[in-house]
């Protein structure tokens, strides 16, 4: 599956963005959806994920209430909506993909689209 990430751009804190993923390939509607983050100077980290039906999420701590994943399976598509953002969110934002039961961890997907940055500043 290949996956095309979107949406990234400059925004003052306490700022919205939505960020869209796109995957195209053999039945890329049954893969299970995850975005990671990767600030300057910082290692990747995971921010939340969805399974392949849209009916379960998982998120990092310090997004919760602020960030909503979903999924649109027939545009073969995951969302991230960002709201009420802060600069430490500034980093390049990547999605990827598994078919098998999905989690935190990044090398549990094999499948990454090219990233798109955020970046939050005043």
């Known amino acids: 599956v290949q996956l095309q990430a979107s949406g990234g751009g400059s925004v003052q804190p306490g700022g919205s963005l939505m960020l869209s993923c796109t995957a195209s390939?053999?039945?890329?509607?049954?893969?299970?959806m995850a975005w990671f983050r990767q600030a300057p100077g910082k290692e990747r980290e995971f921010v939340s994920a969805i399974n392949w039906s849209g009916d379960s999420t998982l998120y990092m701590n310090s997004v919760k209430g602020r960030f909503t994943i979903s999924k649109n399976n027939a545009k073969n598509t995951v969302y991230l909506s960002m709201t009420a953002l802060k600069e430490e969110d500034t980093a390049i934002y990547y999605c990827?993909?598994?078919?098998?039961?999905?989690?935190?961890?990044?090398?549990?997907?094999?499948?990454w689209g090219q990233g798109t940055l955020v970046t939050v500043s005043s």
């Open positions: 990827a993909a598994v078919e098998d039961d999905y989690g935190r961890q990044g090398d549990e997907y094999p499948y």
């Open positions: 390939g053999r039945a890329a509607s049954k893969y299970n």
